[in-house]
Structures are given as structure tokens and as C-alpha cells.
């Protein structure tokens, strides 16, 4: 690769690294402001996950994610106003403000959600590689989950089953240490979740979760051994959350000292660091590029907040709609008084 | 009208598939054919087969996965053939695994394709329920309609084989309380052989559930399938001081106190249900109107039951129209036991219905 396209990568992977950093950092103003209510929970700390593997698929691949899926969204291309009006609760919300912060869904983008019951999506993975491998489709489901999820039984049925049928399942194991305040080593007897889900019969890597680059290689290559072969694959990409599990976890679970040093490893200054040492970028460019960046981003989520502080909510008679196809029921049932 | 001229329970249903009868392809003809259309002679085993085969046939999207569907021939012997008939990529044998392999079907139903999902008994379905409830059922919703799970899941209900308590129960009455799914129940031959297509066409999850105690259960059917819908109960045999609802294995047991009390010149309509969620409601305030007394008959416990949702619509629809407290007749508040004779008693019995009608009629002669 030539000079030019290693600076247009780097600062590609960079700046949507930054993008996601900052929506977040503005939905936690929003959660204190009340605008944004329910669950919340943050992926800071663990972007080059999201963007090293969402930012590798191509449009035809689907991508199965779980309750800290901002990022995930964002990465996919989902709109950011479609995604904050689903936080604020509006109708133009990407899920018509049904779903909220656990439950964004673009079916037109194939995420298929943002799954809150932990290692619920998987089994769905697992169907949509099927329908994929039952068409002669050459797409991708990519399903991401935590360390968590690897001890859930769904998480076994569903590997055991992908790779019994070959089917076409990129698992992406988002390993932050923690399923929400259990330390990894108190939820598994055996910490190495590589290791394991390779005795499923499965092409498994560990990567590095916070070197986006590292994470980005490993996608492209697993995503191609995928496509070539039918067959499933897993990267453990082991990663940290900078923040609490959720907005209203006190992290009591968790030393000071071990946030600040996993800090050190931080993938946006790691990837600015990088790009001076490669020679790339001198620190005053990359202060600049930054401080252009940080404004366009900076401009899109305030764009993406009025918005979505300005969408019609979704009127309450339209409350039994979706729920099935026939909605014109739903509807007359709840004028009536009644439920089905 | 009553069906029951031309079907019999065999009371000692098999569940091995090396029991299962071969499918009669002998058209049994009338004496003017003209009249009257060709028939054949069949089981509700053999007609849920047929229409496995009639819409494997129809739709290449369709295609069925669950335990031992393939070579062993399905548990209940429902899916017996249909491996070699359409291949292993159609009929496809899963680990137990029912979790995974129902949020497969649900997968591959986003997808495009028609899955139908057999899931052993509905006792084995709670290890997939997070699958239906949280997925088949939700996901319409929860993305504001931009999903769609057009899959089938079928699985066996109902006691009566002496199975004991893990594979007994009759569940079904918990998923109809569930939004987002259609859950329908045949308890007829031309059921068994005509709900299965549409279901298949709804464009949201249906869950069928085969009454264990139902496949061995034989009649005619016409030669050419009779299109029944997955919206209405029916009314299978008219009558004037009654009325009996029940579905599935009740039904036959309400069909036969309603003759019993004939003989007494008590004249019972009994209505199936056939459609669980969402309930008929109209068919069955229709009769209610006409009959004035009522008994539910429910193969599940009483607390918080089909019965119990029914018995309140009633009231809350047609509470001026009752001339007697409503009865129930479900299942003993046990899981369901071994042996033969507590079985029994644990489950209603036509005697059961017949006692509560008799105490209906006479509780405002």
C-alpha cells in the first residue's frame, strides 16, 4: 500500500473511531438531562471493535449485535438522527421508538438489532447464515457478543450448530473482562474463550480489541476465510469498557487503578500515536486533523440531537401497531377497550 | 355438525415411529361419484404428513428442522419419508439443541425462507422460549415493523399416554397469552391436513400444537384437500341448551358427553376452538347467546388458564346472556402423573363435562 492509502485508512478508521467516542459522550449529558431514559450502556473504551469489525463488512453481510450496540450502529452506517430520535423515544426513531438504546434495528441495512437478552441474537445468526447458505448466498453474519454470552448454553448450541452445518457465522467475541460486574475469571473456569471455541470445530483467533488496525486485519481475513469456505470462524477481541456497565452501576466491582492502566491502551490515542511513528503524520497535523474532525462530528451530533428533540412523538393510538401484520385489529381493540 | 361418525381414537396412540401406519393412497369411492367426492382413508399422523408434503411441494422457501425429523422419521413418525422424498438440505435432523435450532428457524425466517420448526413435546419447548417469546414474538415490535417472522413451530401437548410429568403438559394456553404469535390446534383430521398452509403463508410465527393423543385418530378426508382457515373456532355439532368449548384433546371428550346427554334430552353445542391467540371471540359470544350456560373444557390447570381467559371474556361480553355460573372442566392442579388411573383422574373426562352441564341446566332449570 502506498503512503497515501495507509494515511486515508488510518485517519478513515480514526475518525469514525472519534465519531462513535463522542455520540456517546454526548448521550451521557443526554441520560443526565433525562432526554435519553431506560438502560443505557456505553462502548467507550472498546471502538476499535466496532469500527475494526462492523467498518469491514460489505452491504450484502448481516450483522447481529447485542444491548452496547451504538457503536456497532453507527459503524454500520445506520443514520446518527435515526438513531438519537430511538434513544429520545420519537417516531422517527430507526426503530419507531419501540425498541430505545438496547433495541436499534435498520432492516434495510441488515442490523438485525441490538439483542438485550445475553446471547439471545445468537440462534438468529445462526438462521440468517443459513438462509444465506440454503440460497448459494456469499453474505456474512457477523454476531457479536461479550465474554458473558460465552456462557450462556445458547452461545454453545449456537457454535456447536454453526459448525456442525458449515454455515457462514463470523462470531465476535467482544471480551471486556466483565459480564456486567463479573470479573472474567470468577465467570468462566477456563478464561481462554479462543481456545474453547475452537473444540467446536472453528477457525478461532484471539486479537488484540484495542488495536483497531489489528482488529480491522483479523476481520478482513476471517471474513475472507468465511466467504471462501462456508464455514464459520471466531475472534476473541479482547477489549475494556472505559465506563460503567450501565448508567446506573455504581462500578464497585472494579479497581481504579485497573481502568487507568487498560486507559493507557486507549484506541484513539494509540492510533494517533501510530500515525506519528509511521511516519504519516507530524503531532501538529495530527492536532489539526483532530480538532477539524472533532468539529464535523461535533456538528453532526448536534444536528442529529435538535433533530431528534424536534420529532413528532409516536401518536399512543398507534400503540398495538406491529405487533402483528394485522394492525387494523390492534387498533380497534384498544379503542374498544380490550386486548387480544 | 358432528364428526364423529368418522373418527376413532385409538387409545393406545404409540408414540415410536416404527408403529406409524404406511399413508392409504386408496381412494374409497362413493356410489355415485358424481355426488359425492372421492375420499381416503387416513389418520391425523398421516394428514399432518400430507401437508408437509403438499407445501414442501408448493414452496421451495419451506423447509423443516427438529430432532429426528430426518432418519429417524420424526418422534411422532408426523415427518416419516419425508427425508427421502426432499433431501437432507429440506429435512434437516438438529442436535438437541432447541434453543438454537428455534432461533434458527428464526433467522432463516428473516431472511425470506419458510421454516417450520418441530419442537419434540411442548414440555422441551420452554428450552426454546426465549427464542419465541423474545424473538419470534417481539421482533415485528421492538424494530417499529421492519422485521417480519414468517416460520411455523409445531410441537406435541396434551397427556393421555401415560408419559409422566416431562412430557405431558398442555402449555399451550401460556403462549396465547403471547402478542406477536398465532397459535392454532387442531383437533380434526381436516385440521391436521388444512391449518398447516396457511400457517405456513402467515406472515407472522404460528405455533401448532399436535395433540400426543390425536395421531392415531382416523377417518376419510376428501381426496382434495378442503382450504380451511387459521382465524375461526367452529361450531362441530349444533345445540340448543348448551354450550361446551374446547379444543384439541378435549374436543372428542366434549363431543362425546354432548352424546351422552342426548340420551337425556340435554341438547349440547359443542364449539372447537381451533384458533388459541386470537381467540374467536365472536363464534363463541354467538353460541353463549343462544344457549345461555356454558362449559369449558381445558386439558390444562386450571390457574390462570385458556379457560379461565375465556370465562372472563364471557362475562365482560355476554354476562346478561348467562342463565348459570359458568363451569370449567381442566386438568387437576398436579403434574400430570405415571400411572394409568391417576392420569385419568387427573385430566377431564366426558363424565367430567356431562356432571358440570347437568349441573348448569339445573342450576337455573
Not at chain 1, 488484540?208 to 478482513?220: C, K, L, N, P, Y
Not at chain 2, 425470506?112 to 421482533?139: C, H, K, W, Y
Not at chain 2, 394409568?340 to 339445573?362: F, K, T, W, Y
Amino acid at each position: 500500500m502506498t503512503r497515501e492509502l495507509f494515511l486515508e485508512l488510518f485517519t478513515g478508521l480514526l475518525r469514525e473511531m472519534i465519531r462513535i467516542r463522542r455520540f456517546e459522550e454526548k448521550c451521557v449529558e443526554l441520560y443526565s438531562a433525562t432526554k435519553i431514559r431506560g438502560f443505557l450502556h456505553l462502548c467507550i473504551g472498546e471502538e476499535a471493535v466496532a469500527v475494526g469489525v462492523v467498518g469491514a463488512l460489505s452491504e450484502d453481510d448481516a450483522v447481529v449485535s447485542t444491548y452496547r450496540e451504538h457503536g456497532h450502529a453507527l459503524a454500520r452506517g445506520v443514520p446518527m438522527p435515526s438513531i438519537m430520535a430511538e434513544m429520545f423515544g420519537k417516531a422517527t426513531g430507526c426503530s419507531g421508538g419501540r425498541g430505545g438504546s438496547m433495541h436499534l434495528f435498520d432492516a434495510s441495512r441488515r442490523f438485525y438489532g441490538g439483542n438485550a437478552i445475553v446471547a439471545g441474537g445468537m440462534p438468529v445468526a445462526v438462521g440468517l447464515a443459513l438462509a444465506d447458505h440454503l440460497s448459494d448466498d456469499r453474505a456474512v453474519t457477523v454476531c457479536l457478543f461479550g465474554d458473558g454470552a460465552f456462557a450462556e448454553g445458547e452461545f454453545h448450541e449456537s457454535a456447536n450448530l454453526a459448525a456442525l452445518w458449515n454455515l457462514p457465522v463470523l462470531f465476535c467475541c467482544e471480551n471486556n473482562r466483565y459480564a456486567m460486574g463479573t470479573a472474567l475469571a470468577r465467570e468462566h473456569a477456563s478464561t481462554d474463550l479462543a481456545m474453547r471455541a475452537a473444540a467446536y470445530g472453528m477457525v478461532a483467533w484471539t486479537v488484540d480489541g484495542m488495536d483497531v488496525i489489528a482488529v480491522r486485519e483479523a476481520t478482513d481475513r476471517a471474513l475472507e476465510y468465511v466467504r471462501d469456505s462456508g464455514k464459520p470462524c471466531f475472534l476473541e477481541l479482547r477489549t475494556y469498557r472505559f465506563r460503567a456497565h450501565s448508567m446506573y452501576d455504581p462500578d464497585r466491582y472494579r479497581d481504579k487503578s485497573e481502568i487507568a492502566t487498560w486507559k493507557k491502551s486507549d484506541p484513539i490515542p494509540a492510533l494517533e500515536a501510530k500515525l506519528v511513528s509511521d511516519g504519516l503524520m507530524t503531532p501538529a497535523e495530527v492536532e489539526r486533523w483532530r480538532a477539524g474532525v472533532e468539529a464535523e462530528v461535533d456538528a453532526e451530533i448536534a444536528a442529529a440531537v435538535e433533530s431528534a428533540d424536534a420529532a413528532p412523538l409516536e401518536p399512543v393510538e398507534d400503540l398495538l401497531r406491529h405487533v402483528t401484520t394485522e394492525a387494523a385489529d390492534g387498533v380497534a381493540l384498544l379503542a374498544g377497550g380490550r386486548s387480544t | 355438525m358432528s364428526r364423529r361418525s368418522t373418527m376413532t381414537v385409538a387409545k393406545d396412540a404409540a408414540v415410536e415411529a416404527v408403529t406409524a401406519p404406511e399413508v392409504s393412497r386408496e381412494a374409497s369411492r362413493e356410489a355415485s361419484p358424481e355426488e359425492a367426492p372421492a375420499t381416503v382413508t387416513t389418520t391425523y399422523r398421516e394428514a399432518l404428513r400430507e401437508a408437509h408434503r403438499e407445501v414442501l411441494a408448493r414452496d421451495p422457501r419451506v423447509f423443516l428442522m427438529g430432532e429426528d425429523v430426518g432418519r429417524y422419521g420424526g418422534s411422532f413418525a408426523v415427518s416419516l419419508g419425508l427425508l427421502e422424498e426432499f433431501g437432507e438440505e429440506r429435512i434437516r435432523d438438529t442436535p438437541l439443541s432447541e434453543s438454537a435450532f428455534t432461533g434458527a428457524g428464526i433467522g432463516a425466517a428473516l431472511r425470506g425462507l419458510r421454516p417450520i420448526v418441530e419442537i419434540m413435546t411442548v414440555n422441551f419447548s420452554l428450552l426454546a422460549l426465549d427464542q419465541i417469546m423474545n424473538n419470534a414474538a417481539t421482533l415485528r415490535h421492538m424494530s417499529g415493523g421492519q422485521l417480519s417472522v414468517p416460520m411455523v413451530i409445531r410441537m406435541t401437548t396434551g397427556a393421555g399416554r401415560q408419559l409422566a410429568a416431562q412430557h405431558s403438559h398442555s402449555l399451550e394456553g401460556w403462549y396465547a397469552s403471547i402478542p406477536g404469535i398465532r397459535v392454532i390446534a387442531p383437533a380434526t383430521l381436516e385440521d391436521a391436513r388444512g391449518m398447516l398452509g396457511p400457517a405456513v403463508e402467515d406472515p407472522d410465527p404460528v405455533v401448532l400444537f399436535e395433540h400426543g393423543s390425536l395421531y392415531n385418530l382416523s377417518g376419510t378426508l376428501p381426496v382434495d384437500p378442503v382450504r380451511v382457515d387459521i382465524e375461526s373456532a367452529a361450531v362441530r355439532r349444533a345445540g340448543t341448551d348448551i354450550t361446551f368449548i374446547a379444543y384439541a384433546g378435549g374436543l372428542g371428550k366434549a363431543l362425546a358427553a354432548a352424546d351422552l346427554l342426548a340420551a337425556e334430552s340435554i341438547s349440547a353445542e359443542v364449539i372447537d376452538l381451533r384458533v388459541l391467540r386470537p381467540l374467536d371471540d365472536a363464534t363463541i359470544m354467538a353460541s353463549v347467546t343462544r344457549t345461555h350456560r356454558v362449559v369449558i373444557v381445558d386439558e390444562a390447570w386450571r390457574t390462570g388458564s385458556l379457560a379461565a381467559e375465556i370465562s372472563a371474556r364471557i362475562v365482560e361480553q355476554a354476562f346478561f346472556e348467562l342463565d348459570a355460573p359458568i363451569e370449567r372442566v381442566c386438568a387437576a392442579e398436579v403434574p400430570v402423573p405415571y400411572a394409568h388411573h391417576l392420569e385419568e383422574a387427573a385430566l377431564p373426562q366426558a363424565e367430567d363435562i356431562a356432571a358440570a352441564a347437568r349441573r348448569a341446566v339445573g342450576a337455573h332449570g
